[in-house]
């Protein structure tokens, strides 16, 4: 009898990173779409800047400090919406890749392979971080140039620190999305009406203090609003949470300890209901 | 004694009676897909009002008292975001979802079968239509119901030159959905990005979320010329009782000529345009090619 081979790390690796580049292949063909994603930021984040210049006027800077502690409101919103960029990619991505082994009938064999689909899913991860991260650092710069401020004020390491602090936790929540997707399938508007919660919950373009206490206690439970925040007080120095950063990093930490684990625990949860009701090709 | 066999069939095929039953029965068959998804329907309406909260609270950070600005001028920056935000759905919508549904039925299979079929085509594209105006209306008619309990009362004066501004607006979105329809027939796939890229500059040029008054001076002359931009104009000023400096394009009288305009000509241009490349696909054999 054949001994059954379990993959060792290495191959696991091999695995996740083949993944990774078919999908990094598979979006090169698109530049169009990889345009688009430094685009979107940019005008999703000259709104409320046009909206506020228009109401606040001469003040609106001014009036802009009062209420979020900076005055320096083009890069105070080019970071919520850059940050919201790469929380919907995450979302989308991995919840899209699922869909669409589902749509086109290749999920069932992907799930005969013996490369587990927790591999596979840090492969679809990795990807969309680096997609997100190009696009989002791409769209801050060009946008911060477009409005005429400077874009590396600050302290840029501790900001990034932040970000990669934050990715964990969040690639994390994303299994959530594909369970999601596993059971409920056709959840385009459920991931749709997610991602503006979320951004909403960060305070994509205000702060969460503005806020129902009830609502901002909610809202700290997502490490987006951490992430968020932490970038804006490293670069804009609006405060942090707990007013030290290493504080506010440890808290991100706490998520990047639990959001993954929880993520994989609901994941294989419904992964294991799926296989043994429905089955893995019906879509 | 009655007709029958072909006879019978070419007599209840043509007509207006039997146009009109055509597109009853699409409009039925889009509705009963639609409300086949009741999780999407109820997800898309949180959708647009989380994004009409996001930002009104966005624009009112730049007022000097912030969340607590007095209900009149709060309901002034939610009536210029709302107002905009109706007009800024609808196009979403017809832009992208009239090509989408044509798109979806090359992709499936269906299109070409759908042309083999004596139904008329203008009711299939007016069902697609229907169904967006229906829906879409029903939902930003509650966000705004929802947003002026949550956020002061909107402004909503002279409503019937605000419905009538709308409508003709509406009319104007849909011409331009057939015309965007027949795009993709065209250009296939690359429809959506290019829908998208219409999306993005009529969020900065026709100012749906911000007074016209914000954009820079050289692309107000731009914005004048997109007849859409003196529709949300209208429009917004119109419903919020035509405070100082509004409209902001032009005077009322022009902007509702242009309106009117554009309401009357496009549909008629953007199914000419439609039925155009539609028969180049057809002559190409290109219909079902996806």
Redesign the interface.
Known sequence: MAAVLRPSLAHKLSAALAETRLRLLNISRYPGQLAMEIIIPIVFASMPMLLGRASGGGAAAENFAANTGTANYVAYLLIGSNVFTLVSNAFWHVAYWLRFEQETGTLESVYLTPTSSLTLVTGVALYSAARGLVAAGLAYIVGCLIFQVNPLQGDVLLALAFIGAGLVPLYGLTLLFGALVLKVKESNALIGLMQWVVSFLMGIFFPVAVLPPLVRLVALLFPPTWMTNGVRSALLGVGFFFGEWYLDLAVLWVFMLFAPLFGFWVFNRVERNVKRNEGMGQF | MAATGPALQGATLRGPRAWLSTLLAMCRKELTIMLR?P???V??F??IL??V???T????????T??NTAADQSGQ?AG??AYGFVLFMFLSDTLWSIGYNVRREQKQGTLEQLYLSPASKFASLLSRVTVTLVWTGAMTVAAAGLLSLMLGRLPAENLPLGVGVLALALSGTFGTGFAFAALTLRIRE?GQ?LA??FQ?AF??LC?P???F???PDWLLPVSRLIPLAHGVDAFRSALMGFPAGYPELAPLALELAVVAAFGLVMPWLGYWLYRREENRARAKGSLSEY
Do not use: D, H, R
């Open positions: 998804y999780v999407e329907l997800a898309s949180g959708q989380l994004i909260m996001v930002l609270l966005a624009g009112l950070m730049f007022s000097p912030g969340l920056t210029v975001v690359a990005t998208n890229l993005f969020m900065i100012a979320f911000f007074p008054a914000a954009l």
